[in-house]
C-alpha cells in the first residue's frame, strides 16, 4: 500500500513540475520572442511567409510560380523572347543594359545571358562583351515605351549600336 | 504526386545512407541513424551523375535512375550488415516528447515546415544558382549530358559554370523525379539536419535548452534564408560539421571508422565548396595535438592524417582539376585567380579584421546572423572568467570554430574573388553548428541541464 501510494505522490510530483517546465518553455519561447531584432525578424519572414500560404497552394501552375518569384525580370524577358521571329531564335541578340530600359521609362533588369538562356533558350549577349559585335539583332525601346526587336541590323548599324549602348553599366 | 516522389526518393535516400553507414559499421541512436542515413544518402546520390558524365554516360532518366539503384546496390553490398542496421534502427525507433518540449518542437517544425513550402514552391532563385548549377541542370535534362548548350552561351559575367556539380547531379536528380525546380532536397537535408542536431544536444543538456538553443541556430536569418534557396553553403555546412562531429568521436573512442567516416564527409564538404580543402588543412594540426598525448608514432599519425584528407584531395581532383580541366569545353586558369602577394601576412589580418568589423560586429553582422554569435561569445566568456578551464570536447570545438574562422580569412587572402559581403558571409555557415556543439558541451548550460533533469525528476537526486 506504501509503494503504491509513493508511487503516485511521485508520478504526481513529477508531472507536477513538468508542467512547470512547460510553462518554463512557453516563457523562454516568449522572451525570445520579446527581443526585438527575433520578433521583427520572425515577423517580417516565417510569419510573413505563412501568411501567403494559402494563396500560394491555390496557385500552383508553374508559370505562375515563376512569375510570382522573379517578376518583371522574368516576364519581360519571356516578351521579349516571344516576340523573337522563330528563323532567328539561333542567333544571338543584342541586350542593353537596366540603365537603358530605366532611361526610356522601363523597370527591367536585365538577366545576364546563361540566365535570359536559361528562361528562353535564346543566346543574348551585353554590349560590354566583345561578342556583341557579332549580334545580328537588338533589343530597344521605342518612343511609345514599347519594346521592339530589330532583327538583321546590318553590321555597320551594330558596331554604332555596341559603342553607344556600352555607356549603361551592368550591375550585377 | 510531388509528395510520393519525395517520400520514394528520401527512402532511396535512406537504403543507401543507411548501407554506407552499415559498411563501415557507423551506428548511432535510432533517429540519429536516420538523420545521418538521409544526409549521407543525398551525398552519395549527388556524386552519381557526376560520375556518369566523367564516365561518358548519357544522363538519360533511364540512366540516371539505373545509376543511383546501382550506387544504392553497391552501398548495400553487405546487405546482411545492412539489413541487422536498417532493422535495429527501425525497431528502436521511438518518439515520446515530454509535454514541456512540445513547444519548441512545434516551433522548430513550423519553421522548417514554412522553409520546405518555400523551398517546393518557388523556382531556384539565387544568382549563383541560376546562371551556374540550374541553367546546367536544366539543359542536362533536355540535352542529357552536363557539357550541354549552356556553355556557347557568352558567360563572361559569372564563373559560376566552374562550381563544383554537386547541386547540378541533385538538381538533375529530382527534375527527372518531376519536380520541375529541382532543389526539394534540400527540405530533407535540412530536415534531416536539425534533427541530427537537435538529438546530439540532448546528450548532454536538457531538453528545454536543447530546444532553446535549436531555435536560436534556426533563427540565424541568413542561414534560414539558405534553408530553402539552394546554394552550396548550407550543403557545405552540413557535412563539414559532420565530418568534424565523427573526428571528435573518433578521438574519443579510437575507432578507425569514425575517422574514415570523417574523411568521407570532408570530401563531400569539399565537393560542395572547393575551398573547404584550406579548412581541412587546417583541422590537421588536430592530429598533432592527438598524438602528442598519446604518443602513438610517426606512422600512425601519418596514417590518420591522410585517412583523413585523401578523400577530400581525391574529390578536389576529381571535381575541379580533372572536370573542369579536362571535360568542360572552356577554359578556367585558377592559377590566375591565386592572390600573387600571397605571403603579406598584413593582408590576412585586414581580412580577419575585416570579418570581424563586417560580419560580427558590424551593423549587418546582427542583421545576417541575429545575436548567435554573441550568445556563443557569452557562452565561451563564462567558461573561461568563471571555470578558467575548458573540457576537452569544449577546447575541440573551440579549436574548430578558430579553425573555420582564421581558414575563411585565409581562403578570401589567396582567392580575393571570395569576398566578405557575399562568400564569406555565407561561409560563415559552417561556423554555427560548431558553435552549437561548443555550447553542448558548456559547463554553465551542462550545470544547469543536469539540475533541471534532477529537479524534473527527484529519484535521481537520490540516486
Known amino acids: 500500500m506504501g509503494a503504491k501510494r509513493f508511487i503516485y505522490q511521485f508520478r504526481d510530483t513529477v508531472f507536477k513540475r513538468r508542467l512547470l517546465l512547460l510553462l518554463l518553455s512557453l516563457m523562454l519561447l516568449v522572451g525570445v520572442y520579446c527581443i526585438p531584432t527575433y520578433r521583427i525578424w520572425f515577423k517580417e519572414t516565417v510569419i510573413a511567409y505563412w501568411g501567403n500560404f494559402n494563396y500560394q497552394k491555390s496557385k500552383l501552375d508553374i508559370e505562375q510560380r515563376k512569375i510570382n518569384r522573379f517578376d518583371s525580370y522574368y516576364v519581360i524577358t519571356k516578351l521579349i523572347a516571344a516576340s523573337v521571329p522563330e528563323h532567328s531564335k539561333e542567333k544571338l541578340l543584342l541586350v542593353p543594359a ?11 533588369d536585365v538577366p545576364e545571358p546563361v540566365v535570359f538562356y536559361y528562361f528562353t533558350s535564346i543566346r543574348t549577349v551585353w554590349a560590354k562583351s566583345d561578342e556583341a559585335f557579332k549580334a545580328t539583332g537588338v533589343v530597344l525601346v521605342n518612343n511609345k515605351k514599347q519594346i521592339v526587336i530589330h532583327n538583321n541590323v546590318p ?18 | 504526386m510531388s509528395l510520393i516522389m519525395l517520400i520514394l526518393l528520401c527512402l532511396l535516400h535512406l537504403i543507401t545512407g543507411l ?6 559499421k557507423i551506428s548511432l541512436r535510432p533517429g540519429m541513424n536516420i538523420s545521418l542515413a538521409i544526409i549521407t544518402g543525398i551525398g552519395v546520390f549527388s556524386i552519381v551523375p557526376f560520375l556518369m558524365e566523367l564516365l561518358f554516360i548519357p544522363l538519360t532518366a533511364l540512366n540516371t535512375w539505373l545509376g543511383l539503384f546501382v550506387s544504392t546496390a553497391l552501398c548495400n553490398i553487405k546487405y546482411k550488415q545492412s539489413f541487422l542496421l536498417i532493422r535495429s534502427t527501425i525497431g528502436s525507433l521511438s518518439f515520446k516528447p515530454k509535454i514541456y518540449e512540445i513547444p519548441f518542437l512545434l516551433l522548430i517544425g513550423f519553421m522548417l515546415f514554412v522553409s520546405a513550402w ?50 547540378t547531379s541533385l538538381q538533375i536528380i529530382y527534375k527527372y523525379a518531376g519536380f520541375e525546380f529541382g ?70 573512442d579510437k575507432q ?43 606512422a600512425l599519425l601519418l596514417r590518420n592524417g591522410l585517412l583523413f584528407i585523401i578523400p577530400s584531395m581525391v574529390i578536389y581532383y576529381l571535381s575541379i582539376s580533372l572536370f573542369i580541366n579536362h571535360y568542360l569545353p572552356v577554359s578556367y586558369n585558377i592559377g590566375e585567380l591565386i592572390n600573387k602577394d600571397i605571403f603579406h601576412i598584413h593582408g590576412l589580418l585586414l581580412k580577419v579584421k575585416d570579418m570581424t568589423n563586417e560580419l560580427v560586429f558590424g551593423k549587418e553582422g546582427k542583421a545576417y546572423y541575429n545575436w548567435f554569435i554573441y550568445l556563443f561569445l557569452f557562452l ?84
Open chain 1, 98 to 108: 537596366s540603365g537603358y530600359f530605366k532611361e526610356k521609362g522601363l523597370e527591367y
Open chain 1, 155 to 172: 553590321s555597320t548599324k551594330m558596331d554604332s549600336l555596341v559603342k553607344a549602348l556600352r555607356k549603361y553599366s551592368y550591375p550585377l
Open chain 2, 19 to 24: 548501407g554506407l553507414m552499415g559498411l563501415l
Open chain 2, 118 to 167: 518555400r523551398c517546393f514552391y518557388f523556382p531556384p532563385t539565387p544568382r549563383d544558382l541560376l546562371s551556374g548549377a540550374e541553367a546546367i541542370a536544366e539543359f542536362a535534362v533536355r540535352e542529357k549530358s552536363m557539357l550541354n548548350s549552356v556553355f556557347t552561351v557568352n558567360m563572361e559575367s559569372t564563373n559560376n559554370q566552374f562550381k563544383p556539380p554537386y547541386i
Open chain 2, 183 to 252: 532543389q526539394v532536397w534540400l527540405i530533407l537535408l535540412v530536415g534531416s539536419f536539425v534533427l541530427f542536431l537537435y538529438q546530439v544536444l540532448l546528450k548532454k543538456l536538457h531538453r528545454i535548452i536543447a530546444g532553446l538553443l535549436l531555435v536560436f541556430f534556426l533563427a540565424i536569418p541568413e542561414m534560414y534564408a539558405y534553408t530553402f534557396m539552394a546554394l552550396f553553403d548550407y550543403s557545405n555546412a552540413v557535412f563539414f560539421f559532420l565530418s568534424l562531429y565523427f573526428l571528435q568521436l573518433y578521438f574519443e
Open chain 2, 256 to 298: 578507425q571508422k569514425q575517422l574514415i567516416f570523417s574523411g568521407i564527409m570532408m570530401a563531400m564538404a569539399t565537393y560542395t565548396r572547393s575551398e573547404t580543402l584550406i579548412l581541412a588543412g587546417l583541422i590537421l594540426p588536430l592530429f598533432l595535438w592527438q598524438w602528442f598525448k598519446v604518443k602513438q608514432g610517426w
Open chain 2, 380 to 463: 565561451l566568456s563564462m567558461e573561461l572568467l568563471v571555470y578558467r578551464k575548458m573540457n576537452k570536447p569544449a577546447c575541440y570545438w573551440f579549436y574548430c570554430i578558430v579553425a573555420v574562422y582564421v581558414g575563411l580569412a585565409l581562403s578570401s587572402h589567396i582567392l580575393p574573388l571570395m569576398d566578405i559581403t557575399h562568400s564569406i558571409k555565407r561561409g560563415l555557415f559552417k561556423i554555427f553548428p560548431l558553435m552549437l556543439l561548443f555550447a553542448q558541451n558548456n559547463r554553465l548550460l551542462i550545470g544547469w541541464s543536469n539540475r533541471l533533469k534532477n529537479w524534473e525528476n527527484p529519484i535521481r537526486e537520490v540516486g
